[in-house]
Structure formats: C-alpha cells, structure tokens
C-alpha cells in the first residue's frame, strides 16, 4: 500500500514525459494553437479539481465560478501592490474558505441541498463584490497589468494540473481517499466504521475549491482587464460539471477524456454559431444522462471488461463441449 | 461477575407522538452475550439505534464504560468502540472483501493503516471462515459471505460491544449452524455481543441472558428459560387470547 | 415601513404560485426540476404575446396557458424524466440524473427562447392604474396578480386536500411503495404532479410578466428562489410554501428598499443558510428518521 507498483512507475514516468512534451508547445506556435491548450490546461485543471470531491461523494458542485472568480479577483484587487506568486496563495485561501463555509452549511444535509446552494453562490458573491466594488471604489472593472503572456499562464496552468493529479493519487492513497471511498459506497457503513464523513467531505470541497482558486488566480493576467460579470462566469460551473462527466469521474484522469474533444468543439461552437451554445449545452447535459451515465472512460471500461469476460468465457465453454 | 461495559439508563426516543422505547434500562457486563428480543415493531432495532448513535435518545443516557455516549455522533461511538452490523447486509459493492474489513480497521478503535490493516482484514477473513478470498468482490458473494464480511469488519474495529441486528435472519438451516457456532466463538474469545434476534434456537443456545421488548416497554430480563416462560412475555409474543 | 410589508406581500403571491408548482414535481413526482424557470419565463412570453397580438387580458389568459402548460410539462416527464425514474437504482441516483437532465432541458429550453427573442428585456402596458391601500398607492397590475395567485393557490389547497385526486397525490408525496399498495397508480400520479407543478409555475410567470421586466435568461434565478421558499416551507408542504414565499417577498422588498436593491439574493441566501442551518427540514417539518 505505501510502496509504489511497478505499473505506478511507469504510469508516473509517461505522464512527466508527456508533460515536459506538452510544455514544449510554446516554442512551436504561440498563436491559435497556444491559445486552444490554454482553455485545455485550464479545463483540465478545474474538472480534474472538481472531480476530486464530486467524483466519489455525488454531489454536484456548481461552485465552480465562485472559487475561480475570488481567485481572480485576488490577483485583480491587489496585483498594482503585491507579488503575483502571493496573490496566487490568497486566492487559494480565498476560495478554501468559502468552500469551507458552504461545506458546514450544506454538506451535512443531502446532495439536493448542495446542489442548489452552489447554483447561486457564485452570482450571490459577484452581488457582493460589485456592492462592494461600488461602495467602496469608484470603478466597476479592474485592470491587471504584468509581464505574464499567454505561455507562462499556460505553464503555469499545466504545473497546476499536474499538482492537482499528483495531490488527486496521494489523496486516493491516504485514509482520506479510502473513507472517500466507503462514504460513496454506503455513508451508513461509513458513519458506522468510525468515519466523520461530514469532516472528509469538508476537507475535500476545500482542497477542490483551493485548486480552483488557484487556476481563477493565474487566468486574471490573460483577461487583463477584470469585471465581476466575466470572473463570476456562471457558465464555467456547468462547463466544468459536462465536461468531468462526459469523460467520467471513477478515474483520476477520466475528465481529461472529457475536456480535450470538448474545449474543441466549444471553441468552433463559439466562433461559428455562438447563439447556439445554451442549446449545445442542453443536449450535452441529457446526452450525458441517457447515453453515457458513467462518462465516456465508465463506458470504454464496460466494453472492456465485457470483452475480458468474453474472452476468458470462451476457452471455458469450449472445454465444456 | 465482570465489570458492567454497557449501561442503558431510562432511554426513550419519541418520533412525534410515538413512543418507539419508552424508558428502557439495562446493563451488559463485559464478556457477556445478551440477547435483545421482543415481537416485531417492539423497539429493538430502535434500541440498537440508539446505542450505535444511528439515533440520539429524547431523554436517557447511555454509558460505555461509565463515559456517556448517547448524545455523541455515530462515528464517534464507533471509535470509542461500538461495532454494528445492519438488519439487511450492508457490505461496501464496489470493494473487494478485504476492503471491506479494512474499513472497521482503519477507522475503527485500532486506527491501523497500510500493511497492517490489511493483514489484519485477511486474517479475520480466515476466522469468520473465508480463508483466501479477501480479492473477491463482495458483491459477487453469496448472501452469508456478504454477512461474514460484515462481521469481519465489525470485528476488525476491535469493538468493545458488538451489536448484530438480526445477523441470522435469512439463513438455511445449515448456514444457520455455522453462524450461531461463529457468533459463539467470536464470544468466547471475549467480545462482549448484544444480538437482536428472532431465532428463538439461536438465543437459547448462545444467550446467558435476555431483554425482553414489547411496544417500546422493557417487559422482562433475566436468563433465557426463566424469561421466555415468563407469561407476560409469552402473552407479548402471542397475544392475550393465547395466554 | 408598511409600504415595505405590502409591496413585499404583492410580490409573494407569485412567487408562492412557483413555488407550489416547483414543490409539487419535487414532493409527488421525487424531480427536482432546475428548468423550472423556463416554465416561468415561456409563461411571461406566451402572456405577452396573447395580449399584444390577440388583445387577451393576462388574467384571462391563464385560462390557455394553464392547460398548454400542463399539456408540455405532461410530455416533459413522459419522455425526458420518466425514463430516469424507472431506471434509478436509488433515490440518490435519481436526484443526481434529475438535477442533470433537468440541467439539460434548462439549457435547451434558454437557448430556444434565446434564439427567438433574444436577450434584450420586456414589459408591455397592463392595468398600470394607481390602487390605494393603507394611504400608498400601488401598481393596480399588482394587486390584480397577487389576487389571481391567491385565488389559484386555495383552488389547489382544495384539490389536494378535498379531491380524490389531490389525496392520491399526497399519498405519493408520503409513501409510493404503499401509495401503489392501496391501488393509486403512482407514475400517472407523478406525471400529473410534474404537469400541475408546471401548470402553476406558468401562471406565476403570467401573473409575473404583468408588473415585472423580464427576459429569456433570468429563468435560473426564480429556480433558484423557487428552491429555497421550498426547502424553507419543507418539500411537499403547502403551507409552508406559501407563507415562505411570504417572509421571502418582504425580506427581499425591505432588503432592496432599504440597503440596496443590488442585494435581494444576498438577501435571499441569508434566509437559506438560516433555514439550512436550524431548520433544514423546513418551518413546519418534522425531525425525520
């Protein structure tokens, strides 16, 4: 349990291999190309992060926004007087302490609950920002000025994803992940074994929300200038939900199967047939539901074992006759 | 007589205006195999409920070692040494069975982790008799398996008191031997059990003692054939015309 | 202050109309429908559109929107829901697929509406007379709405509480197992639940479209405040539905009147985290087991 597979070291090695591939892309186009893996990085990192409390607790976070949009508006508030690195560290704890905050509030009670709590958080905290904002400056939008350009966000973003997959294995070899595992299971038994599961399923939405504070705090560069309407983007909380299903939450890197074909086709939706997207939306949320309920990782997984079973069903029949 | 590790003092739960145990008080002493009984809808599993802090009493205390505990949250009282199995077996579907025991070990009173836990998940594997087949999926067991991994995870706790709700009901008769054998072994090494039961052969040959329930009420308490020729238990159990 | 009380009052008759609608296809038909909005806003359009074209007083109206919206919200859980509950292992299960497909049918029916009538705002001229209680004048459009949802909201206490009909369906709401037990047909039951809920959220949005600017994006936010004078009522729950549309619409009208009209869900919110925090099993539940 503590030491590692000969498969977990080879698995670690193509993914430090296929990183130090990825973060190449710079020097190869810096246009169009640069910009597609930045989105990819970005919603990598955000469903990765978010699978990582909603992928074996159920609940279906719609937070998102709201930790990515205090991460930026971290960075926006201050950039002109503090260290961008530190910036990065107080969105974190930003969007860590309001996960916590909502954790105590709902997480003690069912998904339903949940659910609809985070629907409207992250406009209820644009609310208070732009009350804020108005109240106490005179400006409704921020600038953010630094010498970052799209490749350094972008390896910034790619180290990001990789900190979320390596604390995503750690946590799933911790006791953490395996109580993660029996609250999924059955939150009965868990309570019954000795497991706070109200605490474990805190812990986790702010380890998940953390990330995403992060990955809001180093995007505020590439937008520039900052209005709360853009940061608080409610409709990153939903990207995010269809593109972690789409690829399926079971595996760590299942959404990343999600993300890559569907950041594309977003991209070509957007630039093609944007008065279309809400729609696009749609049909993928009840694609997702009545075609591919396990993602799209959970249904190469059922063929696969289908095929196993098959193939070792096969010599035993043949035995038989 | 050994010490007293669990003590039910004037417990009562109410839902609204139904009184589910009304002011129920026993004592099970350490090493002991008390079995709780009564007709269906009597209160047992309430009271088991209770205990376990799957319920928090209305009024009442229950003490574990002299430290209350009613009040506490399930996991608390699980840590301090209450392991449960549940009416209808719940086994984790998705893990194999040594995960299963592993979880009563890892989160448990023992708070073991890697190697040792899971040596220890084999290991009781082997003594509730399913020796080698910790990997299996516990979902592809049949049903007294699924019930010996249930136990096995009880146990794996290192529990102070033992509490199996109904833990013989839906055994064959051959099944049913080897489970009362089991829980008469797990008892003999020491584990102090309280049994909600319905077997009546089970609780005269495993019981030193028994509680009797009927509509919430403690009714009658003492060693197994005293009480279940008590009339008012027989009355409980059949009705008044029979009695 | 009583100008606060009354406006606010005005407001809630409406808002508990959507409520009871989203409370109904919560509490019988178990779908926690987050395209409740939709049915909301396409009930302001339709509204808008007999009374510019067809000169169709909104009040009136409803006599065509209730039953087109009963029709459409019938169809909806036929087709899209149904199949969700029948294939639901568990009631977590269910809640997760119905939270996402009606995510799904959220989207789809925005960026239909969208497409039609773009993002920009409505309103249109009804009854805009000065009425006077208590020494303030009001919008007359108002108290007409508020009157119509109050008339709407006693009809279907009747129904739920005097019909056989409205008895099948708070039998589902406690129990289906023994609901199909004592011979109540529980998915037609359901199906009708989800189509009445969706009849009444229509209304409200009718009601809504008389005094209210409105666009084919705000759906999301009603859901929202639907949601949580549900869950501050207690899901399932008449009364408490209708009197936490009540406390919503004063807290909402005093918060923006009073502080500033940008933080009416701020407002909202506080009100939730009370609930979720003190009563989550809504004003008049009962501790469950």
């Known amino acids: 349990m503590t030491r590692l597979?000969?498969?977990?070291?080879?698995?670690?090695?193509?993914?430090?291999?296929?990183?130090?591939?990825a973060a190449m892309l710079p020097f190869v186009d810096q246009g169009y190309y640069l910009s597609l893996a930045v989105n990819i990085t970005l919603y990598a990192a955000l469903c990765t992060a978010w699978t990582l409390f909603s992928g074996p607790t159920h609940y279906v976070s719609l937070a998102t926004a709201a930790f990515f949009g205090l991460g930026t508006y971290a960075v926006a508030l201050w950039v002109d007087v503090l260290p961008f690195p530190l910036l990065v560290g107080f969105g974190a704890v930003a969007a860590g302490a309001l996960a916590a905050l909502?954790?105590?509030?709902?997480?003690?009670?069912?998904?339903?609950?949940?659910?609809?709590?985070?629907?409207?958080?992250?406009?209820?905290?644009?609310?208070?920002?732009?009350?804020?904002?108005?109240?106490?400056?005179?400006?409704?939008?921020l600038y953010v000025f630094t010498d970052l350009r799209e490749m350094h966000i972008y390896w910034m973003l790619l180290a990001l994803t990789a900190l979320v997959f390596l604390t995503g294995w750690l946590i799933n070899r911790s006791r953490l992940g395996f109580a993660m595992r029996i609250i999924g299971d059955d939150e009965t038994v868990a309570r019954h074994s000795g497991i706070d599961t109200a605490k474990a399923k805190i812990a986790l939405f702010v380890i998940s929300g953390a990330f995403i504070g992060i990955a809001g705090a180093i995007c505020a560069?590439?937008?520039?200038?900052?209005?709360?309407?853009?940061?608080?983007?409610?409709?990153?909380?939903?990207?995010?939900?269809?593109?972690?299903?789409?690829?399926?939450?079971?595996?760590?890197?299942?959404?990343?199967?999600?993300?890559?074909?569907?950041?594309?086709?977003m991209d070509f939706i957007t630039v093609r047939f944007s008065n279309y997207m809400p729609i696009a939306m749609g049909l993928s949320f009840l694609a997702i539901v009545f075609l591919l309920p396990q993602g799209v990782t959970g249904r190469l997984e059922q063929v696969w074992n289908r095929l196993q079973s098959r193939r070792t069903a096969k010599p035993a029949a043949e035995k038989a006759a | 007589m050994s010490a007293v590790i669990l003590g039910v003092h004037a417990a009562r739960k109410a839902f609204g205006g139904l009184v589910a145990v009304n002011d129920v008080s026993f004592e099970v002493r350490q090493g002991e195999l008390l079995g709780l009984i009564g007709p269906?809808?009597?209160?047992?599993?309430?009271?088991?409920?209770?205990?376990?802090?799957?319920?928090?009493p209305t009024t009442g205390e229950i003490a574990l070692e002299g430290e209350r505990i009613s009040g506490l949250s399930a996991h608390r009282i699980a840590r301090k040494g209450v392991a449960r199995t549940f009416q209808l077996v719940r086994v984790l579907p998705s893990m194999s069975a040594a995960q299963n025991v592993m979880a009563g070990a890892v989160f448990g009173r023992r708070r073991l982790w890697g190697e040792a836990a899971l040596h220890l998940s084999h290991e009781l594997l082997e003594r509730v008799g399913l020796k080698g087949r910790g990997d299996m999926p516990v979902g592809a067991m049949t049903y007294i398996d699924q019930k010996r991994v249930e136990l096995a995870r009880a146990l794996a706790s290192d529990p102070r008191v033992l509490l199996l709700d109904e833990w013989l009901a839906g055994l064959n008769p051959s099944e049913l031997k080897i489970g009362i054998a089991l829980i008469e072994q797990v008892n003999r090494e020491g584990r102090t059990i309280i049994m909600v039961e319905h077997v009546m052969d089970a609780i005269r040959s495993l019981c030193g003692r028994c509680v009797v329930m009927s509509s919430g009420v403690k009714i009658a308490e003492g060693g197994v054939d005293e009480t279940l020729s008590n009339p008012e238990v027989i009355r409980a159990y059949l009705g008044d015309d029979d009695a | 202050m009583t100008q606060i009380l009354v406006t606010g009052i005005l407001l809630s008759g409406t808002y508990a109309l959507i409520a009871l609608g989203l409370t109904l296809q919560y509490g019988v038909a178990r779908i926690m429908n987050l395209a409740n909005g939709e049915t909301l806003v396409a009930g302001c359009f339709i509204a808008m559109w007999l009374f510019a074209?067809?000169?169709?007083?909104?009040?009136?109206?409803?006599?065509?929107?209730?039953p087109a919206a009963f029709a459409a919200n019938w169809g909806i859980y036929r087709v899209a829901l149904e199949p969700l509950v029948k294939r639901a292992k568990s009631r977590g299960q269910l809640e997760v697929d119905s939270i996402l497909a009606t995510f799904g049918l959220l989207f789809l029916f925005q960026g239909i509406?969208?497409?039609?009538?773009?993002?920009?705002?409505?309103?249109?001229?009804?009854?805009?007379?000065?009425?006077?209680?208590?020494?303030?004048?009001?919008?007359?459009?108002?108290?007409?709405?508020?009157?119509?949802?109050?008339?709407?909201?006693?009809?279907?206490?009747?129904?739920?509480?005097?019909?056989?009909?409205?008895?099948?369906?708070?039998?589902?709401?406690?129990?289906?197992?023994?609901?199909?037990?004592?011979?109540?047909?529980?998915?037609?039951?359901?199906?009708?639940?989800?189509?009445?809920?969706?009849?009444?959220?229509?209304?409200?949005?009718?009601?809504?479209?008389?005094?209210?600017?409105?666009?084919?994006?705000?759906?999301?936010?009603?859901?929202?405040?639907?949601?949580?004078?549900?869950?501050?009522?207690?899901?399932?729950?008449?009364?408490?539905?209708?009197?936490?549309?009540?406390?919503?619409?004063?807290?909402?009208?005093?918060?923006?009147?009073?502080?500033?009209?940008?933080?009416?869900?701020?407002?909202?919110?506080?009100?939730?985290?009370?609930?979720?925090?003190?009563?989550?099993?809504?004003?008049?539940?009962?501790?469950?087991?």
């Open chain 1, 221 to 265: 560069p590439r937008y520039g200038y900052i209005q709360a309407t853009t940061a608080f983007n409610p409709m990153t909380s939903f990207l995010v939900v269809i593109m972690a299903l789409l690829g399926g939450t079971k595996r760590l890197w299942g959404p990343i199967v999600g993300v890559i074909p569907f950041v594309i086709l």
């Open chain 3, 53 to 66: 074209t067809l000169t169709i007083n909104p009040v009136v109206g409803l006599l065509i929107i209730a």
């Open chain 1, 102 to 141: 909502v954790g105590v509030a709902t997480l003690r009670l069912s998904g339903v609950y949940f659910v609809i709590f985070t629907l409207g958080l992250a406009e209820l905290v644009r609310q208070i920002v732009t009350w804020a904002q108005g109240k106490f400056t005179t400006r409704m939008g």
């Open chain 3, 113 to 289: 509406m969208l497409l039609t009538f773009g993002g920009e705002y409505f309103n249109y001229t009804f009854l805009a007379q000065r009425f006077e209680i208590l020494g303030s004048g009001y919008g007359l459009n108002r108290v007409v709405a508020f009157a119509a949802a109050v008339a709407i909201a006693v009809a279907l206490y009747f129904f739920l509480y005097r019909t056989r009909h409205g008895t099948a369906m708070r039998a589902v709401a406690v129990d289906p197992k023994s609901a199909n037990l004592v011979a109540i047909d529980v998915a037609r039951t359901a199906a009708i639940a989800f189509a009445l809920g969706g009849a009444l959220t229509a209304c409200g949005g009718a009601l809504l479209s008389t005094f209210y600017t409105f666009n084919a994006s705000m759906g999301v936010v009603f859901t929202m405040k639907a949601l949580i004078i549900v869950i501050m009522g207690g899901v399932g729950d008449v009364r408490g539905a209708v009197l936490a549309a009540l406390i919503l619409g004063v807290a909402e009208t005093a918060v923006a009147s009073l502080i500033d009209p940008s933080l009416t869900l701020a407002a909202t919110y506080t009100l939730f985290i009370v609930v979720l925090l003190f009563r989550p099993q809504g004003m008049f539940g009962r501790q469950t087991t």
């Open chain 2, 40 to 56: 269906n809808g009597s209160g047992k599993t309430t009271m088991l409920n209770l205990i376990s802090g799957a319920l928090k």
């Open chain 1, 5 to 21: 597979s000969q498969k977990e070291i080879a698995i670690g090695v193509a993914a430090i291999l296929f990183l130090a591939l």
